[in-house]
């Protein structure tokens, strides 16, 4: 880690921002410190996931800063800059963005984001994808913005849905007892449906190239094409999956019908939230719904390891509210100078 230099605060509490380095030894233990003490406390805000997309994407030049008040670390911004602008970390893949640690403090948010602007050639602005309005990173991020000079816009905003397990399990598991189960019966009655819950990159990783051709055909059928026909995000999902079983955070489920893959999703477990990723299914065999096996499978998957929140990510698609869910609206901000 590079030495700080004065950004901000007061003359009791001064602020020093200072550059960090993925590779410092002792930076994982900072970074989970202050993501404990984070608003945003998902899977992809991990030091795993961060360090592996940016060294498996490569985008633009990383700027990665500290702000430490006292010599104690207060802040983390995850930056990266490309084209004279600056984005978190993680944009394009991730749900959720945010700075780590004191994102309500805005003396903290503006020595950071004055340190990013110092340190991005032809610097044009920030776009702060998906920050969660229910953080307090919105309101600090305006009064930041004032303190370093710069316009500051709400540019789109998009809703992610979730299931608040804890607040009444059984609803959630009756949720999944009528219509879903009926979807899942049907299959049992005309064949043999093999559930497989798989936690092992040994297991999971040989089952990639089936799930990139079923992704890729579902996605052509709606004119889109598929993120999988680019290298660069295969490569990241199976070194992802690699990471995350390593740490004990991935669940996957493959619906196994009469010996051929009916369906296959990917979930992560981390802080008692199972994380929603990727699903797919044999469309010779869309019209029995087997995205209704999946989605009932996956929470009572949620269900039986005591996860407190199922995270189904963005987008408000009608089959997330099968369960009993809620919306949580995700803002993306700009930052601009005048």
């Known amino acids: 880690m590079s030495a700080g230099h004065p950004a901000g605060g007061d003359a009791n509490h001064p602020i020093t921002v200072r550059e960090l380095s993925f590779d410092d030894p002792a930076l994982p233990a900072v970074w989970e410190r202050l993501l404990d003490a984070s608003d945003t406390r998902a899977v992809s805000q991990t030091f795993e996931w961060q360090r592996l997309w940016y060294d498996t994407f490569c985008r633009g030049r990383l700027i990665l800063l500290a702000a430490d008040r006292n010599e104690s670390p207060v802040g983390i911004a995850p930056f990266f800059t490309e084209a004279g602008m600056v984005y978190f970390l993680g944009v394009g893949e991730a749900d959720q963005h945010n700075f780590l640690g004191d994102s309500h403090d805005p003396d903290i948010l503006a020595a950071l984001m004055r340190a990013a602007m110092d340190r991005a050639p032809g610097f044009l602005g920030f776009e702060l994808h998906f920050v969660p309005e229910c953080s307090q990173t919105g309101p600090a991020l305006a009064l930041a913005a004032q303190h370093i000079g710069l316009n500051i816009v709400e540019m789109n905003s998009i809703d992610s849905v979730r299931v608040d397990i804890s607040a009444d399990p059984a609803a959630v598991r009756q949720a999944v007892s009528r219509s879903m189960r009926k979807a899942e019966n049907q299959f049992r009655q005309r064949g043999d449906l093999v559930i497989q819950r ?88 869309a019209k029995q719904s087997p995205g209704q096996v ?45």
Not at 256 to 267: F, Q, R, S, V, Y
Not at 321 to 329: G, I, Q
């Open 198 to 285: 798989l936690t092992t990159a040994k297991d999971v990783l040989p089952l990639l190239p089936e799930f990139y051709d079923m992704h890729i055909a579902r996605w052509r059928l709606k004119g889109i094409e598929s993120g999988f026909l680019r290298p660069e995000v295969r490569q990241f999902l199976e070194r992802w999956v690699a990471v995350s079983a390593d740490r004990g955070w991935l669940r996957f489920i493959r619906l196994e019908w009469n010996g051929a893959t009916l369906g296959m999703d990917m979930n992560w477990h981390y802080r008692s939230t199972q994380f929603s990723g990727l699903w797919v299914f044999a469309l010779e065999h």
């Open 294 to 338: 999946l989605l009932r499978q996956s929470t009572l998957l949620a269900l039986d390891a005591g996860m407190h929140t199922y995270d189904l990510g963005l987008g408000d698609q009608a089959y997330k509210f099968r369960l009993p869910s809620e919306k949580a609206t995700c803002i993306t901000w700009g930052l601009y100078p005048p």
